[in-house]
């Protein structure tokens, strides 16, 4: 990790900024379509390597009242290559959704905003509008996706000082529980060795993240069997043939041939018509959905109070070129459009092995609470776990926190039970140490704010506010 303290002497260079201290040049006034807010948005590049010409592109919205004493929350969305801003930003807990007809915005009423600022990044460079001119820099991994999220937030701070002084939280979801703990751990050895300014960490939280694959893949399997998706023989044949203990990215020849006819007879029988990250909620159909939007028609499709087509609103708002002029967007016309996930990346398919729960240790041991949250089918770091989510269920996460904890020698502090919101089971959680949450969130899927607003903008207040999920039914502060 020591690799990384090298950019504590980066040269910082300087930037026009207005009466607040943020750059006016990144100031966006208002996006097509938007209605009338009183935050200020902040959007555009921090170059994290001029000579190779390479940047990231960030949204940052302020907190919707009392911004000025409130922290700063880093989110990251995974994939490998998926982008921050079409994921969280304007899918899960932004303060703005598409409309229907892919050419205006509306409000998010429980976006996070309410509780925190918040910054979004599109990382590694090839994500979405994020971009380098030496093409190579497309072959990237999880150590220089981290090395260049550390530049970027030393930059990020010199465009907005403000922050400097602030509490920095850092989340994510997917395969961001690789990049969030990597980077914190790059930003704890920057604090280590800097004799300059150290970053005031104050938690991490990673929603249904990928630790271990090795325990993470058998968890679908086994979210399958017991949602009634596959029958009892198929589920038995994958336990009984499947050494997930060799199971690697990349390396189908650890498989043997039993192992791979059972996971594709399961995989053929959940089909293409259920969502894996969210099993109750109905899909949308590209074709029909495209073609509404084109003719200007309202594309909305609701399931469970949820708008299944909302993939398809956000990639064509994000292609018009009048929301990309207000964002500050493409500034080097990229060849491709928008999209949610990168076509151009080249990922390291073997560093989704790495085992994260050591780096998770290392940041609990500098006494940063952890949290891991997940749908209810999924995990809380805090770890929170949606449990409709089978592509990174809870079953396994559970399991590797409450394995971490007793590798820290802790106790539990919070015995696992039930938190409340609004009079209702907002989900299940338990704690560990005063430092490690396990949390989940009923109802939810893989992209928890997506599937329960109202329940996770109340997780994520008391994550940076310090404060313990409620476990009784009387109101609380965000009830």
């Keep these: 990790m020591g690799m990384w303290c090298w950019v ?35 959007a555009g590049y921090v170059d994290v390597d001029v000579k190779a010409g390479r940047s990231l592109f960030y949204y940052f919205v302020e907190a919707e009242k009392d911004s000025d004493h409130k922290p700063l929350s880093l989110w990251l969305n995974g994939g490998p290559g998926c982008s921050s801003i079409g994921g969280g930003a ?53 150590a220089s996706t981290a090395r260049d999220m550390h530049i970027f937030m030393m930059k990020w701070l010199d465009k907005f000082p403000a922050f400097k002084s602030r509490s920095l939280f850092l989340t994510g979801e997917s395969y961001a529980g690789h990049y969030i703990p990597q980077l914190a751990v790059a930003l704890l050895d920057h604090n280590e060795h800097s004799k300059g ?78 969502n894996n990250y969210d099993v109750i909620l109905d899909v949308c159909y590209p074709s029909l959905v495209q073609q509404e939007l084109r ?18 609103e956000r990639r064509f708002y994000f292609n018009l070129p009048q929301v990309q002029k207000a964002l500050h967007a493409n500034r080097t016309n990229l060849p491709h459009s928008w999209s949610m996930c990168s076509s151009i990346l080249n990922y390291s398919d073997t560093d989704g092995n790495i085992n994260i729960l050591p780096l998770l240790k290392r940041i609990i041991e500098s006494r940063i609470p952890v949290w891991v949250f997940s749908d209810d089918n999924k995990l809380n770091f805090t770890n929170c776990s949606g449990d409709q989510d089978s592509v990174v269920p809870l079953l396994g996460s559970r399991t590797l926190v409450r394995e971490l904890a007793h590798d820290l020698k802790f106790k539990v502090t919070v015995p696992y039970g039930t938190w409340f919101h609004k009079g209702q089971v907002g989900g299940w959680a338990t704690e560990y140490g005063n430092l490690l949450t396990f949390a989940t969130v009923r109802g939810a899927a893989h992209m928890v704010p997506y599937a329960q607003p109202s329940r996770a903008l109340h997780l994520f207040s008391s994550f940076v506010r310090g404060q313990r999920l409620p476990n009784t039914t009387r109101p609380s502060i965000d009830d």
């Design 8 to 42: 504590c002497g980066l040269l910082l260079v300087g930037f026009v900024v207005g009466g607040n201290g943020y750059p006016e040049e990144d100031l966006v006034v208002r996006l097509p379509g938007q209605p009338k807010v009183g935050f200020r948005q902040y």
């Design 197 to 274: 300014y150290k970053f005031k960490i104050k938690g991490v939280a990673i929603g249904n993240p990928l630790l271990r694959l090795d325990r993470d893949v058998p968890a679908t399997y086994e979210f399958f069997w017991s949602h009634g998706m596959i029958s009892d023989e198929i589920g038995l044949a994958i336990m009984n043939e499947c050494d997930f203990d060799d199971y690697t990215f990349g390396s189908p020849h650890n498989v043997t041939a039993a192992c791979s006819d059972a996971i594709s007879k399961a995989d053929s029988i959940v089909g293409d018509y259920v």
């Design 295 to 312: 003719l200007r028609k309202m594309a909305t499709k609701i399931s469970l109070g949820v708008d299944v087509c909302m993939s398809y």
């Design 90 to 142: 304007f899918t899960e807990f932004g303060p703005f959704f598409p409309k229907g007809d892919g050419r205006g915005l509306r409000i998010n009423s429980k976006s996070w905003n309410k509780a925190s600022n918040l910054l979004f990044v599109e990382s590694p460079a090839g994500v979405g509008w994020s971009y380098s001119n030496t093409s190579s820099d497309y072959t990237c991994g999880d």
